[in-house]
């Protein structure tokens, strides 16, 4: 029997470029081949080790950097204003590198700290080989030393998608503001931005608990824990996950490059699209703010995906910069 | 992976040339890389990348307009070797199943395994046919997206998770073949 399809969808979880439909698809096959899933972790520690050309690179880039080198020589046509500006501009920069670098580097615990790129998505793999898909906007911290073997503990800001890889007796923990999830071995999601009410967690498969103020709940796979930060009282909402008709969870939607909203009013789309787009919205009146709509948002640019809301409500937009005006 | 590209690009974009050199250090390699496997020619592949650089530093008040300054000079990289190509059709051809042996190794910074493990890794990849080991660099390695390699190569993108497959699987057996007498007290 040929196991192909098996190694192509491990090969596209491996980099990060599956959907979520083929990572159902891939367990499924896995349950029918134990050959091949006891091939996964190796395929996966394969994966993590970097591979480097030899041969004479080193011998060629400094060849190559002979070449470039001397068209770096600053132009005399600069005008000095225009030099300070830049200069201005470059040590803005580093100040902020230099101000990250004090705050995250302090002289004993190394806080290793990972961001999506602005505008973008990220995907890493741990040192213990989880690996982690990072939505926009979105940053991890941990304690790099000790990290896989004494502890697995990171700090979630924003939303990732977490492949979680079995290690016996090291817990992976994540700390999304002051809820904490103790996994072993799994798949989930979860969403807790800053400017988030409460923290979202949506498991896909094994078992993961959340716990909060004292208050522990064990999830189950397809099911989605909405833990409300505002209420002083340890408050879980837990409920069933329907697919949909795709066959996956909208939870898990962002990973598709997908902005999916069914029956959202424009000012919750709004807020999504600001995360999705970095676009900032602002409404002319509050009825338009009430308008509904549901649909996906593939990969559109903005523009184009007001264009196709429009189809289905009247209103009028205007987009200027990082600024989307709404009006009548 | 390095994540802050974009940072660099906007350093490089203010005139800052420590960034560039940062995002030469970090890109030269792998961009030479595909210079060859398209060229053939050393010389020539050094040549290229050298282009795609000067061509990035010259044009670097055009950077904010370049949204995947990463893709851009892959994507820069095989436009100017297949204009050299093109100057020199009489002597190359693009066909990137033709040899070009390149040797890897394993980076002795993450030795998550052995010495031993690591050479027979390294001969496992230089074994791959080179499109194969090529595409597995580009996806694995260099972190390119499916749909990108396909467009940089010309190939369809399920050419490209074909070959991502296959190399895993080429691999994961020759690993488990290694392991195996190990624990099997032979």
Request: glycine residues 4%; hydrophobic residues 40%; neutral net charge.
């Amino acid at each position: 029997m040929s196991n192909d399809r098996i190694w192509i969808l491990l090969g596209k979880q491996l980099s990060g470029d599956i959907l979520p439909a083929e990572l159902s698809e891939l367990e499924v096959l896995l349950k029918d081949d134990p050959e091949a899933a006891a091939s996964r972790d190796l395929a996966a520690s394969i994966w993590q080790t970097p591979i480097q050309e030899v041969s004479a690179t080193h011998d060629s880039k400094e060849r190559i950097w002979d070449a470039v080198s001397p068209q770096l020589q600053p132009r005399r046509h600069h005008t000095i204003v225009r030099r300070l500006v830049a200069a201005a501009a470059a040590a803005a920069v580093f100040g902020v590198i230099w101000t990250g670098w004090q705050f995250t580097r302090p002289a004993a615990p190394v806080l290793q700290q990972l961001s999506s790129a602005p505008g973008g998505k990220s995907r890493v793999v741990l040192p213990d080989g989880s690996i982690v898909l990072l939505n926009r906007n979105t940053q991890l911290d941990y304690e790099k030393n000790g990290f896989g073997k004494q502890h697995r503990e990171i700090t979630l800001s924003g939303e990732a998608f977490f492949d979680i890889a079995k290690s016996d007796g090291v817990p992976f923990i994540i700390h999304a503001g002051k809820v904490n999830i103790r996994v072993l071995g799994t798949a989930f999601n979860v969403k807790a931005y800053a400017g988030d009410s409460a923290v979202f967690t949506t498991l896909v498969r094994g078992k993961i608990a959340v716990s909060f103020r004292e208050k522990t709940v064990v999830l189950q796979p397809d099911e989605k824990l909405t833990v409300p930060l505002t209420r002083l009282a340890a408050v879980f909402q837990q409920k069933h996950l329907e697919k949909d008709s795709s066959g996956q969870l909208p939870e898990i939607s962002w990973l598709n490059n997908k902005l999916v909203f069914d029956n959202n009013t424009f000012g919750e789309l709004a807020a999504k699209m600001n995360q999705w787009y970095g676009v900032t919205f602002h409404f002319e009146s509050d009825s338009l703010e009430q308008l509904r709509f549901s649909g996906i948002i593939d990969t559109e640019s903005v523009d184009e995906a007001l264009n196709m809301l429009q189809l289905s409500r009247p209103f009028n937009f205007q987009v200027n910069g990082k600024e989307v005006r709404i009006s009548n | 992976m390095r994540d802050d590209i974009p940072e660099l690009q906007n350093r490089i974009y203010n005139g800052d040339t420590q960034a560039f050199k940062e995002l030469y250090d970090y890109c030269c390699a792998p961009l030479l890389q595909l210079a060859l496997a398209i060229v053939h020619n050393r010389e020539m592949a050094e040549e290229i990348v050298a282009d795609v650089f000067i061509a990035v530093w010259r044009k670097r008040k055009d950077l904010h307009q370049v949204s995947n300054l990463k893709w851009y000079l892959y994507a820069a990289t095989r436009n100017i070797a297949l204009n050299y190509l093109r100057k020199y059709a009489h002597k190359k051809t693009l066909h990137l199943d033709e040899a070009y042996s390149l040797e890897y190794e394993i980076n002795p910074e993450a030795q998550l395994i052995s010495n031993e493990m690591m050479r027979h890794i390294n001969m496992a990849i230089s074994e791959l046919p080179p499109q194969c080991r090529l595409i597995f660099k580009l996806v694995k390695e260099d972190g390119l997206k499916y749909r990108e390699v396909a467009v940089l190569l010309n190939v369809s993108i399920k050419t490209v998770e074909n070959q991502v497959g296959i190399a895993l699987k080429k691999l994961t057996r020759m690993k488990a073949f290694l392991i195996t007498p190990l624990s099997g007290g032979q």
